[in-house]
Structures are given as structure tokens and as C-alpha cells.
């Protein structure tokens, strides 16, 4: 059976974008970093690394959906793209 061939995507640019609309739901919350870190059950620094500008840190599904609950979000607001 021949291979797929497999594609380069480069979606840092996404991975940005949730990172900034994580910190900007994060604060109008009034929330530190820390203290979502220990909401979701991860820690301060992989929060730290989602919200970094120029990282393209994962975050998984469950994370996210995570993060959206304790903010109170609908999930599609952090994955909404301002331009």
C-alpha cells in the first residue's frame, strides 16, 4: 500500500493566537497563571508556555476544554481569531 504523503503545516501562528486569547480570558477573569495552572491540573510554567508569544507549546483538546469551563467560555471564544 503506497505511504500518504505526509504534509508540512506550520500552524504556530494558531497556536499563538490561543495562547494570547488564553491570556486575555485569563486576566478578565482575574485570574493569575498559577491559579488556572492549578484549576486545570497542569502547572504555572506549560500555562506560562501556551500564553508565550513565538511558542507554539500544544495544548490538547481536554486542556482547552478545560481552561474554557474555569473561565467560563464558550471554548470557540478561545479559538476565535481576531484579525
Known amino acids: 500500500m503506497p505511504r500518504k504523503a505526509e504534509a508540512a503545516f506550520d500552524n504556530s501562528e494558531w497556536y499563538n493566537l490561543l495562547g494570547l486569547n488564553i491570556s486575555y480570558y485569563r486576566r478578565r477573569a482575574g485570574l493569575t497563571q498559577e491559579q488556572l495552572a492549578d484549576l486545570v491540573g497542569v502547572s504555572r510554567q506549560h500555562i506560562a508556555m501556551i500564553e508565550a508569544p513565538k511558542t507554539d ?20 471564544a478561545l479559538l476565535s481569531f481576531r484579525e
Do not use: M, T, W, Y
Not at 486542556?63 to 467560555?73: E, W
Open 57 to 76: 507549546k500544544r495544548c490538547s483538546l481536554e486542556l482547552l476544554f478545560n481552561v474554557a469551563k474555569v473561565l467560563q467560555v464558550d471554548p470557540s
